[in-house]
């Protein structure tokens, strides 16, 4: 993004552990420190505003736990989208029309506390696979060699009789 390679100086790199955690896992010092650090470093807002987005998501998200009543996910919703107009940085606004664009899956996950995680996990082992496999001349054999790499070990438990 910046034509070079994050520095120390950099208050992005300076700050990526702590950028990535979680509001609730850092320590008031480390919260302060940070967010001193990077309105000194960062003059225009942008990774800040980018960080509280991500927060906002992070709690809209959380309520899937809670089995949160629809008004409260409305409300986190609508604080979400409101901190991404407002905070009219590019990357944010990207992000607010990515989540309403998969809001109908999100809102499902949110309800049901379901997801998908499972057969994508499934789907990549099997591209990983076929493209390692690729090159067998026999068609059966690459196809064992997805199956073999796919398989989940079962933990043999004895018989009951």
């Known amino acids: 993004m910046l034509g070079r390679r994050g520095t120390t100086r950099d208050p992005a790199r300076a700050n990526r552990r702590r950028l990535l955690r979680a509001r609730e896992r ?4 480390q919260f302060h420190r940070m967010w001193e650090e990077i309105q ?14 991500k ?6 998200l959380s309520l899937a736990r809670q089995h949160a009543p629809r008004s409260e996910i ?6 979400f989208y409101d901190w991404c107009a407002r ?15 998969w809001w109908p899956q999100i809102l499902a996950f949110i309800d049901t506390g379901i997801t998908n995680a499972r057969t994508e996990s499934t789907n ?38």
């Open 124 to 161: 990549r082992m099997v591209k990983d696979a076929a493209r390692i496999a690729f090159g067998f001349r026999n068609l059966e054999n690459q196809r064992r060699r997805v199956r073999l790499h796919c398989k989940r070990t079962i933990t043999s438990q004895p018989l009951r009789g």
């Open 87 to 101: 905070a009219d940085v590019p990357e944010v606004t990207t992000l607010a029309r990515t989540i309403e664009a």
């Open 55 to 60: 927060e906002e998501l992070r709690y809209l």
């Open 26 to 29: 850092l320590t008031t010092g």
């Open 74 to 79: 409305s409300n986190r919703l609508f604080a």
């Open 40 to 53: 000194q470093q960062e003059a225009t807002g942008e990774l800040l505003a980018a960080w509280i987005a």
